[in-house]
């Protein structure tokens, strides 16, 4: 599936259909700290979807949590993820916003808090698509029956295994 191409703030639709077109995440600013939203968003991601999951984070490189890698950077990567996820200060978003338009990631999500309007232009005139101030385990949870429009638990269980 191909990731669709957005020039727009994506409506919640368009986030759904760049949630389903994915394979693959990378989380920048993951920490290992289980307090962490990166953590608890990186939990969610790792037991509830089959995203191949990368996390980045020079302090923690080669460290391994979650049973997966924690790279330094980018171009350590084995591959280029589908959703390049950031949990960075918005003062970084400019410099991370050029490493993921040189990577070639075809999606640059912002984390809940995170607006950063020049540099989502920069890479939407690159032919990203840009999601801001969005979680990305809310908008996937939202998606497939976890959540409510709101954010609350709907209570849905179910034996059927969601469509991605």
Same mark, same amino acid.
């Given at each position: 599936?191909?990731?669709?191409?957005?020039?727009?703030?994506?409506?919640?639709?368009?986030?759904?259909?760049?949630?389903?077109?994915?394979?693959?995440?990378?989380?920048?600013?993951?920490?290992?700290?289980?307090?962490?939203?990166?953590?608890?968003?990186?939990?969610?991601?790792?037991?509830?979807?089959?995203?191949?999951?990368?996390?980045?984070?020079?302090?923690?490189?080669?460290?391994?949590?979650?049973?997966?890698?924690?790279?330094? @950077?980018?171009?350590? +990567?084995?591959?280029?993820?589908?959703? *390049?996820?950031?949990? #960075? %200060? =918005?003062?970084?978003?400019?410099?991370?916003?050029?490493?993921?338009?040189?990577?070639?990631?075809?999606?640059?999500?912002?984390?809940?808090?995170?607006?950063?309007?020049?540099?989502?232009?920069?890479?939407?005139?690159?032919?990203?698509?840009?999601?801001?101030?969005?979680?990305?385990?809310?908008?996937?949870?939202?998606?497939? @029956?976890?959540?409510? +429009?709101?954010?609350?638990?709907?209570? *849905?269980?179910?034996? #059927? %295994? =969601?469509?991605?």
């Amino acid at each position: 599936m191909t990731i669709p191409q957005i020039p727009h703030e994506p409506t919640a639709r368009e986030r759904q259909g760049l949630l389903r077109a994915a394979r693959s995440v990378a989380i920048v600013g993951f920490s290992a700290n289980t307090a962490r939203s990166s953590y608890y968003v990186a939990t969610y991601l790792a037991q509830d979807t089959d995203y191949r999951l990368y996390f980045i984070n020079p302090n923690a490189a080669g460290r391994e949590v979650l049973g997966q890698p924690v790279y330094a @950077g980018f171009a350590d +990567l084995p591959e280029t993820p589908d959703i *390049v996820d950031v949990f #960075r %200060r =918005a003062s970084d978003l400019p410099a991370v916003t050029d490493e993921v338009i040189a990577l070639g990631s075809p999606v640059l999500w912002f984390q809940l808090g995170l607006v950063h309007e020049e540099a989502a232009a920069k890479a939407r005139a690159a032919g990203l698509s840009v999601v801001q101030n969005r979680c990305l385990k809310i908008e996937h949870a939202r998606f497939h @029956g976890g959540l409510h +429009l709101a954010g609350f638990d709907t209570g *849905v269980v179910s034996a #059927r %295994r =969601a469509v991605r």
